[in-house]
């Protein structure tokens, strides 16, 4: 198994713009990237033997790591990633990207993938987060999934054991504990050449309205509920939306400088959709955070902190 000793987290960040900061600081006491679920599970066996500490991550794309990060074990899933059907299911490793999956289900006419081609990430972290995009979602094609717990017994689980809700689960909240190691997603018969066209407008309409995927972590934060102060801004990005014929994106940054918050514009494509573009981001960001927590009585952070 490929492994390193104390090393920086820019060596698995999705984002690269904190490179200096991240590289002065060496995090990371041992990185472990097991290449086989067999590998992974003696991997997770041998720590919970030794009472070490660890954590898990797939390819990072919904994961900020602060330089402050220190983590005795990370494991990193990514080659962990084999997958096989059976006669009503498809059987994945924890670390199968999600993206290349769907597209090879796509075509084989499987329904239930055809919103998912382009979605960032492994089919583990897409249960733990509740991922999912254009009325498609991985746990909503789950049957059933295999978990190491940190006593080293493998437990089986159902989508509804996880008590999901919009982007996460009781993972995610930390209610239930372990390294998912396999997941089983439901084989749903489909039209191929429907199917195909369906993920190309799906695609289509990501290309146009989404950035790419280079030092962002996708949507960033989650709100519904206004402030009064919220309230107003919104109205304001509305009325200027309206009389200039201009985007909500567009508007949003106009009423951020009329109220004197114009350094958050660069790194802003979006009110919840958080540029990572370069160090300064990384300074502004606490300080965006704390902006919108004036405008959102319910705001929760959708990416994962590590800190
Ligand atoms: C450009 C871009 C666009 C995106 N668009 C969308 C979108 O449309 N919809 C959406 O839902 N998300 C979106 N995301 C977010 C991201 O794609 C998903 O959250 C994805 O599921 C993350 O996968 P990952 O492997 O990179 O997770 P990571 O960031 O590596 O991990 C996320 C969390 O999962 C946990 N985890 C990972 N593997 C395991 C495991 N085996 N067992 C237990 N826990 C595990 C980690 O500990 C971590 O807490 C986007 C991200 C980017 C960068």
Redesign the pocket.
């Known amino acids: 198994m490929k492994g390193y000793s104390n090393v920086s987290a820019q060596m ?1 960040s ?1 984002v690269k713009t904190d490179k200096s900061r991240l590289e002065s600081v060496r995090g990371i006491e041992k990185l472990f990237y097991p290449s086989s679920m067999n590998e992974l599970k003696m991997l997770l066996l041998d720590l919970i033997k030794r009472h070490e500490r660890y ?9 900020l790591f602060r330089p402050s990060y220190h983590v005795r074990n990370l ?4 080659y ?1 990633n084999e997958w096989y059907e059976t006669d009503n299911a498809i059987v994945c490793d ?2 199968v ?2 993206g290349p999956l769907s597209r090879e289900m796509v075509k084989k006419g499987y329904a239930g993938f055809e919103g998912l081609c ?17 009325g498609c ?2 746990l909503s094609l789950v049957q059933s999934f295999s ?1 190491m717990d940190e006593a080293g017994s493998i437990l089986e689980f159902s989508p509804e054991d996880l008590k999901p809700d919009y ?1 996460t689960t009781n ?2 909240r930390g209610l239930l504990k ?4 396999q997941i089983v997603l439901n084989k749903i018969p489909g039209n191929a050449v429907e199917l195909a066209d369906k993920a190309e407008c799906h695609h289509q309409y ?1 290309m146009k309205r ?5 030092n ?4 960033t934060f989650l709100g519904a509920q206004l402030t009064t102060k919220g309230k107003r801004v919104f109205w304001l990005q509305k009325r200027i939306s309206k009389t200039f014929h201009c985007s909500q994106r567009k508007a949003y940054k106009i009423v951020l400088k009329l109220i004197g918050k114009k350094q958050f514009v660069p790194y802003l494509w979006s009110w919840d959709r958080y540029m990572f573009l370069s160090p300064e981001a990384h300074d502004l960001f606490d300080v965006y955070h704390q902006f919108l927590n004036t405008l959102y009585s319910d705001l929760q952070l ?3 902190v ?1 800190q």
């Open positions: 698995v999705w954590d898990t991550i797939g390819y990072a794309s919904n994961t494991i990193c899933t990514k962990v924890c670390g990207p999600i382009d979605l960032p990430g492994t089919v583990a972290a897409g249960v733990y987060g509740n991922a999912g995009c254009r979602s991985v978990i982007r993972l995610k372990g390294v998912i190691l990501r989404q950035p790419d995927g280079a962002n972590l996708g949507t959708e990416i994962e590590r």
